[in-house]
């Protein structure tokens, strides 16, 4: 093996995206991009081409390739231009690639990210959709392709960075009594309950302290991201719902604790900034320079805490149940998620219809054993038209 690492970058021109090539771009000796991808920003797919010249970029439909292409050989570039979701689980498994970010969002990043998996490949896994879609399955292909799984959610990072190095045997064996899930609560906090009918994407799109991209932000504001994160620490560790406790945390610079059994409680912190758990995946378990700027606890001075308000946000519940149930429930509530928030981005729907709207959906529904991925894809689908239709009926 050569000594730079070749990395694919599935979602390049999303926030986690940059953010990797970022600190990609730090560290030339170490890393080369192989290939990028791109859904919606060809222009910026193209910049990115021609600063980190990668071998390959994946583009939505033949069209982008044609524009893609062009500008690219306008630049002297010869970079191959590839299509759809076979391209993108094509660059994702190639057999040149080292690491793969996964950094597409929803639903439509589970394929390639599989796929990685699949190839054996160490995998950055940013796109926690597609773990909670399809948990068990996802984990049984890690273990049986031998993949190396890095968590990227700075929560998971923080967790993998307080957990010890064999905590694979079972966090049970290595004395871990309960994870402590940090959440900072994002923007309705504290907006009193009867304004939150009148709150705007865009309110729900300015999160106190992390910069994202617009479905993980209003995610955020609901805490359907905490409640998606429950799910994906529970498949990550090995854990149960109950042994997953959430914090609010509102400064968001503990990003998660784990409590041991003699009661010391290990906590990762940090200034909120994505490089930092990009950069410690990147290099694990080496340490690498992320550009984050050194932790100011003196400006920072206190630090709070308090207990998650499940009547403010009734999506935790939604989501604590879902991996209560278990089977297709992660799925099927993921999907009614993805679709009501973007219904609330084009204002077709209020904010406290995406809780609503996910409870209505999901009880529309039986909970289903996933033998395979095409059960998952079908639960997927399912509880999507389900959420189709609901918006049909009481949308605008
Ligand atoms: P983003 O919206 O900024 O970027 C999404 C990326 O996915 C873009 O490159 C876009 O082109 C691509 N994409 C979108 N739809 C696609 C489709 N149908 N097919 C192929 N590609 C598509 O999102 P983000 O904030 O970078 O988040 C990406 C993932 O990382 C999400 O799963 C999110 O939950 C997770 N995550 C993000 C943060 C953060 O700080 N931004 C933190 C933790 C986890
Ligand atoms: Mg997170």
Redesign the pocket.
């Known amino acids: 093996m050569s000594l730079v690492q070749r990395i694919t970058v599935l979602?390049?021109?999303?926030?986690?995206?940059l953010s990797t090539l970022d600190v990609i771009a730090r560290h030339p000796d170490r890393y080369q991009v192989f290939a990028l991808?791109?859904?919606?920003?060809l222009q910026e797919l193209l910049g990115l081409c021609v600063r980190h010249r990668p071998q390959v970029a994946v583009v939505?439909d033949d069209q982008a390739a044609e524009w893609l292409t062009t500008g690219l050989r306008a630049e002297g570039l010869v970079t191959e231009v590839l299509v759809g979701e076979a391209g993108?689980c094509d660059v994702a498994a190639a057999p040149e690639v080292d690491a793969v970010m996964a950094?597409?969002?929803?639903a439509?990043?589970l394929s390639p990210t599989l796929a990685a998996v699949r190839a054996g490949k160490k995998v950055l896994l940013?796109?926690?959709?597609a773990l909670v879609m399809s948990g068990a399955l996802f984990m049984q292909a890690v273990r049986d392709s031998g993949a190396v799984l890095l968590p990227?959610?700075?929560e998971h990072n923080a967790i993998f960075q307080c957990l010890p190095g064999d905590f694979g045997r079972g966090l049970e064996k290595v004395g871990v009594r309960r994870i402590l899930l940090t959440a900072s609560g994002g923007p309705f906090r504290r907006t009193p309950l009867a304004e939150l009918a009148e709150v705007t994407p865009e309110q729900a799109c300015a999160h106190p302290n992390?910069s994202?991209?617009?479905?993980?932000s209003v995610d955020s504001a609901s805490m359907m991201n905490k409640g998606l994160e429950l799910i994906e620490a529970c498949w990550l560790f090995d854990v149960r719902p109950e042994q997953v406790e959430v914090v609010v945390h509102p400064q968001s610079v503990i990003h998660s604790l784990v409590d041991y059994v003699d009661g010391s409680v290990l906590a990762q912190l940090g200034n909120p900034d994505?490089r930092t758990p990009i950069a410690n995946a990147l290099a694990w378990p080496a340490r690498i320079d992320s550009g984050v700027a050194p932790l100011d606890l003196f400006a920072i001075a206190r630090l709070d805490f308090e207990a998650p308000d499940e009547v403010r946000f009734p999506c935790l519940r939604l989501a604590r149940q879902a991996a209560q149930a278990g089977q297709s429930a992660p799925a099927a509530l993921n999907a009614a998620n993805e679709v009501a928030v973007s219904a609330f981005l084009e204002r077709r729907i209020r904010y406290p219809e995406i809780a609503g709207m996910i409870e209505d959906v999901l009880n529309q529904q039986a909970v289903v054993p996933l033998a395979d991925l095409g059960a998952v894809f079908d639960a997927d689908a399912r509880s999507r038209q389900l959420a189709e239709r609901w918006l049909q009926q009481h949308g605008r």
């Open positions: 979602g390049a021109t999303g926030s986690i995206g991808s791109g859904h919606s920003r939505p993108l950094a597409i969002v929803g439509a990043g940013a796109n926690k959709e990227i959610d700075s992390w994202m991209g617009r479905k993980i994505m």
